[in-house]
């Protein structure tokens, strides 16, 4: 894991920080990891690009599993 250290963090945000941190009863560091965390995640946009190109990379997949899963659910014990 790394360590960052931010510098020249305004007033204003710091406080608003601590602030949201206490509300959750969490430390200012793990509320930081998850704003930060919540930021970075990939848009819309970008998780269906990279579903176009897993897609791209596989290939048209062909077949049908209709048969496959009704066998496995013919035989299987049921679920309780």
Do not use: C, F, H
């Not at 406080?15 to 704003?35: C, D, P």
């Not at 930060?36 to 990279?50: D, M, N, V, Y």
Request: proline share 2%.
């Amino acid at each position: 894991m790394a360590d960052i250290l931010i510098r020249n963090l305004d007033d204003d945000i710091a406080r608003r920080l601590k602030e949201k941190a206490k509300a959750a009863g969490a430390s200012v560091n793990e509320t930081a990891r998850q704003l930060i965390t919540q930021g970075l995640k990939p848009s819309k946009e970008e998780a269906w690009a990279a579903a176009d190109a897993l897609r791209e990379k596989i290939g048209k997949v062909t077949g049908d599993s209709t048969d496959i899963i009704r066998e496995w659910r013919d035989n299987k014990e049921p679920y309780r």
